[in-house]
């Protein structure tokens, strides 16, 4: 399970060749001590459009699977009108991690730290890839690979937490520095994981790279809020503030200002032109309203990096988080000169009022989710700017970003389709584009259709 599904049979290890008996096996091994209907692995298999003979097809898998099982410590037995997957103490790889997960937790419970940290480390090395990764895509098999994975993710941080010593758990294994590519490499795969992006931040800083660790976090900041519309939680930000607190090494970047353009920003070409013509034009206040989702802090942040050697008093950015009066201020005042500010996430007009300066030359851009009627108009120097979802083109361009241009334009359809269910909105796209590229062993096809498939909540 945790990798290529692969079966002993007794004298060596062999996969199956065939796709769908594979997503049989799957399926009964997923739900293994349990009866599974033939009507269920029959929807399992073909969804919506089952052949005619699909229960004699099942039945004819499932007399193969037992030929292949034979020897092994694995029985398929028949129970009513489906079947049951019987395994041995110790025969599922799956279940032989979570077993040894729990006894790290136990032992570290228990005071034994460092023999509970080599306990988390067996489990973590039983896994081969991801889970059920050359079986077909059922409901069944991704609900339970999602499950898989999740545990694997916390499994980790508890093993890299208690390494770096979070917790009060001072450990010597190899050290912080050793630990840093690895973590680097799960942040990459998961760029929504705060504890691992804190992990990552703490490693970084206990081997003296402070500048890197602030950076880390910036990152994080620059991703949530581009993509997620939210701020780092308090396990991030207090460690954050430990690092900056420390006195010594500082970052170059500026803190108060976006350290960069929005990953795979795309399309965006009018409204992008609609701010340059604001700044040309000497305007104060530019309002970009839209719902959520659809991208107004992106298009705030890419073009206040595009622009921002044009104000020499400094870009900062005030989080309003739609709700207060103040928000949470980033950077000091301007030291003088044209400045930028950037007011996200404003209620209403009420909120920003307050905070829009008369000094000469300053810009405020803000972001909402509602009109901000109450601001003025064109000739009181505010300008407006209604955002929409992306078109088809532009949405497609966001994808191949997100999940590579081969495998979009290999199966352009499936690609398209995937843009509608999101109803073309970026947060929506860059959102299923993880679960896309967290699979690539299935085709665009498949991914498409089980995230179309899923009930929304």
């Known amino acids: 399970m945790l990798g290529p599904l692969q079966v002993w049979t007794g004298t060596a290890w062999t996969g199956i060749r065939a796709a769908q008996p594979r997503l049989v096996l799957a399926v009964l091994v997923a739900e293994r001590g349990q009866s599974v209907s033939t009507e269920r692995l029959v929807d399992e298999v073909w969804g919506d459009t089952p052949p005619r003979t699909a229960v004699g097809t099942v039945q004819v898998y499932v007399m193969r699977l037992r030929r292949l ?17 019987v395994a041995e103490d110790g025969a599922v790889d799956a279940a032989l991690f979570e077993r040894g997960a729990e006894a790290g937790r136990r032992t570290m419970a228990a005071g034994q730290t460092r023999h509970g940290v080599d306990q988390l480390a067996g489990a973590l090395d039983l896994w081969r890839g991801r889970p059920f990764a050359d079986v077909p895509v059922s409901r069944t098999v991704a609900a339970e690979a999602d499950r898989l994975e999740q545990l694997r993710l916390d499994v980790a941080e508890e093993r890299y937490g208690a390494v770096l ?62 993509e997620l519309d939210l701020e780092p939680g308090p396990e991030v930000r207090r460690l954050y503030e430990t690092i900056q607190a420390d006195g010594q090494a500082q970052p170059s970047v500026d803190a108060s200002r976006p350290a960069g353009g929005v990953p795979g920003f795309v399309g965006r070409r009018g409204q992008l032109a609609q701010l340059d013509s604001a700044l040309e034009a000497g305007t104060s206040v530019v309002a970009i309203e839209g719902m959520a989702g659809v991208g107004k802090t992106a298009l705030a942040a890419h073009w206040a990096h595009r622009v921002r050697d044009r104000f020499p008093g400094g870009v900062r950015w005030l989080d309003l988080s739609g709700h207060g009066t103040n928000g949470t201020a980033r950077g000091s005042a301007p030291p003088g000169g044209r400045s930028l500010l950037l007011l996200d996430h404003a209620r209403d007009a009420e909120q920003v009022r307050p905070l829009i300066s008369r000094t000469p030359g300053c810009l405020h851009v803000v972001t909402s989710r509602g009109p901000l009627d109450g601001l003025g108009d064109r000739a009181a120097g505010v300008a407006r700017i209604r955002l929409d979802v992306l078109s088809p083109d532009e949405a497609g361009r966001l994808l191949e970003h997100l999940v590579g241009v081969l495998r979009v334009r290999a199966e352009p359809r499936a690609a398209a389709e995937l843009a509608r269910a999101c109803a073309y909105l970026p947060l929506a796209l860059r ?6 590229a967290g699979n690539p062993g299935q085709s665009m096809a498949d991914c498409a259709r089980l995230l179309t498939a899923r009930p929304r909540s």
């Open 165 to 226: 010593g979070v917790g009060g758990a001072a450990l010597e294994l190899g050290g912080p520095a050793q630990l840093v590519d690895e973590l680097a490499a799960l942040v990459r795969a998961h760029p929504f994981r705060e504890r691992l992006h804190a992990l990552l931040m703490d490693a970084l800083y206990r081997c003296g790279r402070r500048a890197e660790a602030v950076a880390a976090y910036h990152r994080l900041r620059s991703v949530l809020l581009a």
């Open 431 to 436: 959102l299923a584009a993880v679960a896309v």
């Open 69 to 85: 099982l034979q020897g092994s410590p694995v029985v398929l037995a028949t129970r009513g009108h489906g079947y049951r997957l």
